[in-house]
C-alpha cells in the first residue's frame, strides 16, 4: 500500500510562487500517472495538473495553464507543482494522488476517477 504525503504549503501574496512536493513511500509510484487536487472553501475537489508515468505528458486544468508545472522525480518518488503567479482563488488544500498505471493518454490522466491512494493534502492560503 503506497502512502502519499504532501509538502510546501503555506501562505503566500497574491502573485508570489510555491512549490508543492508530494513523495510516496511503501512501494514506487514510477510506474503510476500521479495528479494534483484541490479543494477551496465551499468549492469540489478539482483535478489541477496530471502527469504520465514517465513524465512525458502532462495535463492542466485550465485555471492552472501557464501558472502551475507539475513535474516528477521517479527516483525520488516524488511528484512536485510549481506555482506561480499565485491568485486568491488558488486557495486550496492541494492533494496528490496516485493515478492509473503505464497510461499517458490525456483522457485518463484528466479523470478524477482514475485516481486512488491519497495523500493528507497541504493548506495553501493566497492572500490579496
Known amino acids: 500500500q503506497v502512502q502519499l504525503v504532501e509538502f510546501g504549503g503555506g501562505l503566500a501574496q497574491a502573485g508570489g510562487s510555491l512549490k508543492l512536493s508530494c513523495t510516496a513511500s511503501g512501494r514506487t509510484i514510477s510506474s503510476y500517472a500521479m495528479g494534483w487536487f484541490r479543494q477551496g472553501p465551499g468549492k469540489e475537489r478539482e483535478i489541477v495538473a496530471a502527469?504520465?508515468?514517465?513524465?512525458?505528458?502532462?495535463y492542466y486544468a485550465d485555471s492552472a495553464k501557464d501558472r502551475f508545472a507539475i513535474s516528477r522525480d521517479n527516483a525520488k518518488n516524488t511528484v512536485y507543482l510549481q506555482l506561480h503567479n499565485l491568485k486568491a482563488d488558488d486557495t486550496a488544500v492541494y492533494y496528490c494522488a496516485q493515478g492509473p498505471q503505464y497510461t499517458g493518454q490525456t483522457t485518463r490522466l484528466r479523470s478524477p476517477y482514475e485516481y486512488d491512494h491519497w495523500g493528507q493534502g497541504t493548506q495553501v492560503t493566497v492572500s490579496s
Open positions: 502527469i504520465s508515468w514517465r513524465g512525458g505528458t502532462t
